[in-house]
């Protein structure tokens, strides 16, 4: 279901004049954490993948985040994946939730300990979180939305994150950051 959801948002997202870059832990070589980026003394002896994506992820004016309910949390996947990057690749810059489950909570368990992980990474998100409940009934396998709630939903989103990832920007970029 995972994948669905991402060509979804990432279609909304392209659609709204984004550049996007998915990042998906089944297809990334990210092994269990041992050992995270800013742990290495010298980039350059950090596996190339991990230091490229850093630079993606650092260049990024916002984070999406799609999630499954996992347990009623984070799927250790995902977890494990943004834990390889240090605070610093998230800072000031706004995120936002995409979350889904085959039940009728939408996932939104997940979509609360997520909120409080990128609190943590310095990547605080929008209020709108976008929660799709039966998600096998709401998007067919090649991410198309099979009900009418599903664009406008994504577009409420995007809306919201674009306008807090604009003024993130423009205050980077005229205050800088704190140290």
Known sequence: MGLRVAK?????????????????P????APLLQKPLHHYKDYKEAPKWLVEADLKLRAADAVVVVSAEYNHS????LSNLMDHFPLSSYAYKPSAIVCYSMGPFGGMRAAMSLRCMLGELGCISVSNIFGI????NAIDPD?????????????????????HAHA???HRATAGVPN
């Not at 939305?145 to 995007?158: D, F, S």
């Open 8 to 24: 979804f948002i990432v279609a909304q997202l392209e659609e709204a004049q984004h550049n996007v870059t998915l990042f998906d």
């Open 26 to 29: 089944q297809e990334m070589p």
């Open 74 to 77: 984070i799927p250790p996947a």
């Open 133 to 136: 409940p039966v998600v096998q």
């Open 143 to 163: 991410g198309k939305p099979t009900n009418e709630y599903m664009v406008p939903g994504a577009k409420r989103l995007i809306a919201q994150l674009d306008w």
């Open 168 to 170: 993130m920007a423009t």
